[in-house]
């Protein structure tokens, strides 16, 4: 199946990118909703978004350029200094920019 990269086709996708998106949303809130809640369960489900993070930020560890090398570091750090995600996260993206500034980010 194709779809031509017209403004209809490209209004299509999105159509169904957005339906698909909506179903899984709903579709895992309407599934839980049947699903008791037990200690055991709400510990996958803090581990998974764990994962998820990992798996978010280790590739951008080994394959990052200096500035997102920097903004890990310095938000890794800030978040063991400051405890509070927020202003850890505004550190770390400050320093990316800083370092992107700079010209140190060519890899």
């Known amino acids: 199946m ?14 169904i990118m957005t339906l698909v998106t909506l179903a899984t949303r709903f579709g895992g809130v309407f599934i839980m909703s049947y699903v008791r809640i037990s200690p055991r369960i709400e510990s996958f489900i803090n581990t ?23 903004a ?3 938000t890794a750090v800030a978040m063991l200094v400051l405890k509070k995600p927020l202003p850890a996260i505004a550190a ?16």
């Open 48 to 70: 998974m978004a764990s994962s998820v993070l990992i798996a978010i930020i280790v590739p951008m560890a080994f394959a990052g350029d200096a500035g997102a090398l920097a």
């Open 2 to 15: 194709t779809i031509e990269t017209t403004t209809t086709g490209v209004l299509a996708l999105i159509l």
């Open 72 to 74: 890990l570091s310095v």
């Open 92 to 107: 770390g993206i400050f320093a990316a920019a800083l370092v992107r500034y700079l010209g140190f980010a060519a890899s």
